[in-house]
């Protein structure tokens, strides 16, 4: 993979969810860092999602005082942060994406750690809050969060939910968010081929605003990581998912109607009565479902990939 010329041109999409007090300050430093570091120009993408306060208004001061360097994008209300992201993603031009969010808690200073590693060779680089100056409320179901999404992932980050990421282009433009996708963007990379890995960042105390997290968050985060892995590890062969788990209830139904039916013939108690023999019938036709499901998933996926023979490329010379 060819090295990133130094002098880049540089994209940094901030989603904003009432952060009015900090995204005029968070513009100076991120122009101080890309001034020091040289690595300009740069263009900073502001997100507006659907804020009740005057974060709007101080956006647009940005806009009108840097327009060379400062887009500004207000959605009609609130979307999320994935949403946020994704349209930013739409927007940016450079060829490394950086993504912050809006709160201060990111130092820009990190900035130049960050292109180091993209100068390595790897397609994204995501922040590890290491020493991170949150509240308990927060710090324990996180790291209970990253457990679990590195055990189902396979996935070996510490901190999957840092806002502060570098991606070289073609990753944001070929991913795709919605929901709460925004916490599992190395899962969805990594499913794509790219490379990735972490640097530990400087985290500060949030000295404005109000944390966004809660635990309807972290709930259906859950629910986003099965989706993940899901599309990520099957998309392309989804019998193996719903042809697995067809085969295993299908095994344990079986089980259960031989040992019924083992018992009967041995003399034992009737079968026809027992619960258990109502849940190997159960477990039989599940299977069945699910074979059929995973045949017509394949069949789906064979008339798809027909009309669109296209992967992702590494790398092309000539």
């Known amino acids: 993979m060819s090295a990133v010329p130094k002098n880049v041109h540089l994209s940094f999409v901030i989603p904003v969810c009432n952060e009015e007090g900090t995204v005029g300050e968070l ?3 991120i122009k101080k860092a890309v001034e ?3 690595e300009g120009p740069m263009e900073v993408i502001f997100v507006d999602d659907g804020s009740t306060d005057g974060s709007w208004k101080e956006i647009t001061k940005l806009h009108e005082k840097y327009p060379e360097e400062v887009k500004a994008l207000a959605f009609r209300r609130n979307f999320g942060k994935a949403a946020a992201l994704a349209e930013g993603f739409e927007e940016a031009c450079g060829e490394i994406v950086f993504t912050l969010d809006a709160d201060l808690q990111d130092d820009p200073l990190e900035i ?3 292109l180091e590693k993209i100068r390595e060779g790897y397609d ?6 290491k020493d991170r100056k949150d509240p308990l409320g927060k710090t324990v179901p996180s790291r209970f969060f990253n457990f679990m999404t590195r055990m189902v992932s396979g996935v070996r980050l510490h901190d999957f939910n840092c806002g502060f990421k570098a ?4 990753v944001v433009k070929n991913i795709t968010l919605y929901g709460e996708l925004h916490r599992y963007i190395p899962v969805l990379a990594n499913g794509e081929g790219f490379r990735i890995t972490e640097i530990p960042v400087r985290h500060r105390p949030r000295e404005q605003g109000v944390s966004k997290y809660g635990w309807k968050r972290f709930l259906r985060g859950f629910l986003d990581l099965m989706t993940v892995v899901t599309t990520t590890r099957y998309l392309m062969r989804p019998a193996h998912l719903f042809g697995g788990l067809g085969i295993l209830l299908g095994a344990l139904g079986a089980g259960i ?11 034992f108690r009737g079968i026809g009565s027992r619960p258990l023999f109502f849940f190997g019938i159960l477990f039989t036709l599940l299977s069945a479902q699910f074979l059929s499901l995973g045949l017509v998933s394949e069949l789906i996926l064979k008339t798809s990939n027909e009309r669109n023979k296209r992967h992702l490329l590494r790398e092309r010379k000539g």
């Open 257 to 267: 109607l031989i040992y019924l039916s083992a018992g009967w013939f041995m003399g």
């Open 36 to 38: 020091e570091a040289g």
């Open 27 to 29: 513009f100076a430093q």
């Open 112 to 114: 130049s750690r960050f």
């Open 167 to 170: 991606y070289r282009q073609e």
């Open 124 to 129: 994204l680089v995501s922040g590890w809050k």
